[in-house]
Structures are given as C-alpha cells and as structure tokens.
C-alpha cells in the first residue's frame, strides 16, 4: 500500500468516529486526495444521523464536481432538515443535476415558513439551467410575501434568460419595504448581470 493510500485508510478510519467540525476538516482532506474510496467515504456522510455531517457530504461531493454522487445526493431534497434540504439543492445545482428539477420544483411549491434559504434552491434551478423552473419560478418572484424571496426567484430567471426578470427586479425596486442591501447591492448586480448576458 502507497504512502498515499495509507493516507486516505486513516482518513476513512477516522471519518466514522469524527464529530463536527474535525469531520468537516477530514472530509476536505480526503476530497483533496480523490480517488474512488474517497468519494465512497464522503458519499457514507450523506445518511449520517447528524445534520451537520449530511450537509457537509453534499457539499464536499459538490466541491469535487463527482457528478455521479448526485444521484445519492437527491434524497437529501426530503430531508427532515431546512439546512439539509438547503445544501443539498445548492450541492446539485453546482453538479446540475437535472434530474433534481422537479424535486426542487416541489419545493418552491410546498415550502413553509421553515424554509428559510431560497436562495440556494431558486440558485440550483438557475444553474441547472432547466426551462421547467421557468413558471414555478415567475409564480414566486410575482406573488411571494418576503422580498428577499421574490428577489431569490428574480435572480434565477436571470440565469434562465427570462426578460420578465428584469421588470420583476425593476418593481422590486419601487418597493418602500425592499431592504436596502438589496436595493443598492444585489438588484443593481443582477441587472447588470443581465445586461452583460444580453450582450454576449
């Protein structure tokens, strides 16, 4: 056995025991080395019974762009966890994961007040890129309550090419409520990011 695989052994070894956060330490070191017996490691924290350790799996996976560890990934969209749910929607919009699009669809649809992080989940439907999110997308960004939940949705649409974005942004700025980061931060970054996407 190399120095190496040595290495990733007492890794793996010590990933069963760790708690949070040395667990999050070792599993960067082992997304660092790669290799198959690596990501299977990883990939074991994704049905650990603590939330911390579920999350960090997602995002490691996410990290080391393993595009087959979304499939493993995909349950944690119906995790009893806000925290979970939300980092495993921001871990498979980075692996674009196409088949997590109706999952997260279903999100957006049924989420309560405990879902508290949209901006990773109308951000995965924005990077997968999926014209599905389209309209579930429009619905928030038109009718949500919160505004920082309309902004979240605005700014996927972005990613999505749809124009109406813009002039959901551009009420969103008339708004006497809208907070003002993103009134003199986050909305003039988005429609700028429009304006440079239309003229590429």
Request: charged share 25%; aromatic share 2%; with cysteine.
């Amino acid at each position: 056995m190399s120095g190496e695989e040595e290495r990733v052994s007492s890794l793996i070894e010590q990933l069963a025991t760790a708690e949070h956060p040395e667990r999050a330490h070792i599993a960067a070191q082992l997304r660092m080395l790669g290799g198959e017996r690596a990501i299977a490691a990883i990939e074991s924290l994704l049905t650990h019974p603590e939330v911390s350790a579920r999350a960090c799996g997602a995002l490691n996976l996410a990290v080391l762009e393993h595009r087959p560890s979304a499939t493993h990934i995909l349950p944690l969209l119906s995790d009893p966890s806000p925290y979970v749910r939300s980092m495993a929607a921001l871990a498979l919009g980075e692996l674009q994961c196409v088949d997590a699009v109706e999952p997260l669809i279903a999100l957006l649809a049924g989420g309560g007040p405990e879902e508290e992080r949209w901006l990773y989940i109308c951000g995965a439907l924005g990077e997968i890129g999926d014209r599905r999110a389209v309209e579930p997308l429009l619905q928030m960004a038109r009718h949500a309550q919160d505004l920082k939940q309309r902004f979240d949705a605005a700014n996927a649409l972005i990613e999505l090419g749809e124009p109406e974005a813009c002039d959901i942004m551009q009420e969103l700025l008339e708004h006497p409520e809208l907070p003002e980061q993103l009134r003199t931060c986050c909305i003039p970054a988005a429609l700028k990011r429009w304006e440079t996407r239309r003229g590429s």
